[in-house]
């Protein structure tokens, strides 16, 4: 199969992906709004932040009514994870120049998955630049529209559709999963790792320590 094929999936991949989990935005929108963001402030935390686990959050402790500055922190460290993210993407983007300020705004659990599940480096360029532009352009149409709406509609998050991306990110990696053992030993143990520190640590923290099952692999 030559690189053609592999790149029309890329894209269909990116544009599912995108498409699916911009719809989140809503929630995040009805979120923030409901939290006491304005929204504009909304929809600028969109426009730059773009990170949703990270905008979730802050919006949580915003309206639990945290202090701003200790949210943002949580906020930041939560959105940490994306810098491992970054460090794996490096050699198979490949930007330089001033493309790697854009390309670095769209490193994110998505747009990761998606350019590893491909088969071949040009495939995942294609596969990231799909899910990064269809999501960013999604997931902000979607934020003003669940902050507008919020009023008429209620609170867009009882919908569930705060599931659909960790639901879509397992499924793209399954297939991957299903083909090594190693790699789904590797998927427990980080996982198992999050869910005994989640009682204990802040938000962000037991994402970032189950890269630790990652390093012993890469070590060994």
């Known amino acids: 199969m030559g690189q053609t094929p ?3 999936a890329a894209i269909r991949d990116g544009l599912g992906v995108g498409l699916a989990v911009g719809l989140a935005g809503l929630a995040f929108g009805a979120a923030a709004v ?8 909304a929809c600028v935390l969109s426009l730059l932040a773009f990170t949703g686990a990270s905008q979730f959050a802050l919006a949580g402790a915003v309206g639990a009514g945290g202090d701003l500055a200790a949210s943002a922190a949580g906020a930041l460290l939560l959105g940490g994870r994306n810098t491992l993210y970054g460090l794996r993407l490096a050699g198979l983007l490949r930007v330089s120049g001033p493309r790697r300020l854009v390309t670095a705004q769209g490193v994110i659990d998505e747009t990761t998955a998606v350019a590893l599940a491909q088969p071949t480096p040009q495939a995942a360029r294609t596969g990231f630049t799909a899910t990064f532009v269809t999501l960013y352009l999604t997931w902000n149409v979607t934020t003003l529209g669940g902050a507008l709406g919020t009023s008429f ?15 879509t990110f397992l499924a793209i990696l399954w297939p991957r999963l299903a083909e090594s053992a190693e790699l789904r ?6 996982a198992a ?11 962000g923290v037991p994402v970032l320590l189950a890269a630790l099952a990652v390093l012993v692999v890469m070590a060994r």
């Open 6 to 8: 592999h790149r029309s």
């Open 153 to 167: 509609l209620g609170d867009p998050r009882v919908l569930g559709l705060d599931v659909v991306g960790p639901a």
């Open 185 to 190: 030993w590797l998927a427990v143990c980080g």
């Open 34 to 41: 409901t939290a006491g963001m304005s929204i504009g402030q």
């Open 193 to 203: 790792i999050a869910l005994a520190a989640t009682p204990f640590l802040p938000p």
